[in-house]
């Protein structure tokens, strides 16, 4: 493609500034910088909390494999960045203006850029693989997501509530008819459902991942924190997360502290929300405990994979 469009150069010319670069904030705001900045932090911190990165993680051959793997994120990283880049190529080629697709952009949208640019510069052929390509690209994290929702129903609801002693057989079989309604329950969403429902509900699903961070995070090194006060802290920062969400209909939130804005990405807030309300309340809790507290029953070994 950029051989196509005359190289880098003319296609880069071809972005507005506006695409390429953040605004440079006002008079007593941080503007978009402040808000790029806790996006990209707290989306990092939110990673490996969901569901379906930890299957990948416990389903890993070895600790060896998973090391390997975390080696190589930045490289992975650094490929979805390359991908960005085929937004500006499909600004550069002008896709939007062309005739032939006014109505792929009038029906789908900016959704439509990435296959028009595709139709426009690959033969037949090639198109078809293309997207066969983003085909597989949304299939595999969605069966990945639906593993995992079947994993946690059937470990957390089903041998909690239902039946405490499934076979090993049981267990799958449960595991694999829940995969397949979260499946078509997915796909049900996606038809009937407006798609910006579906984009705001992912965008609110990284703000309430986040609030088992300091659960997570936090239990690993220390057993300082009352169990209550962070259950305490995940409430607060769920229903906080929650509000200022649907406040703005946006996971950016401004918030203002002395008449100075700090735009940025309510997951951050709410998180350190999360921990403060878990920090304050622990010796409040500790001081109502009646008995001695848990011991920590692990041992040094338990942590070598």
Known sequence: MPLQLGGFGKIFAAVPPAKLLLAVPGAHTTGAYGYYATLALGSALALFLYPHSLTGILSASSGHAIRRNAALLPGYSFMLGLLALVGFFALAAGVASLPEFADGFKQFGASFAVPALF???FPSWFVGIAFAAVGIGALVPAAIMSIAAANLYTRNIHREFINPNPTNKQESQIAKWVSLIVKFGAVVFIVFVPTQFAIYLQLLG???????????????????????????????????GTAMF????????PLTIGGFSFPGYTA???????????????PVFNAMRSGAAPVDATVAADYRA
Not at 268 to 282: G, P
């Open 119 to 121: 139709l426009h510069s």
């Open 206 to 240: 990284g703000i309430l991942i986040i609030q088992t961070l300091p659960s997570v995070m936090l239990g690993v090194y220390t057993r300082w924190f009352n169990d209550w006060a962070l259950f305490a802290g995940w409430a607060v920062g769920i229903a906080a």
């Open 246 to 253: 649907l406040a703005v209909n946006s996971p950016n939130y």
């Open 268 to 282: 951050l807030y709410t998180v350190i929300l999360n921990l403060v309300v878990a920090v304050v309340l622990t």
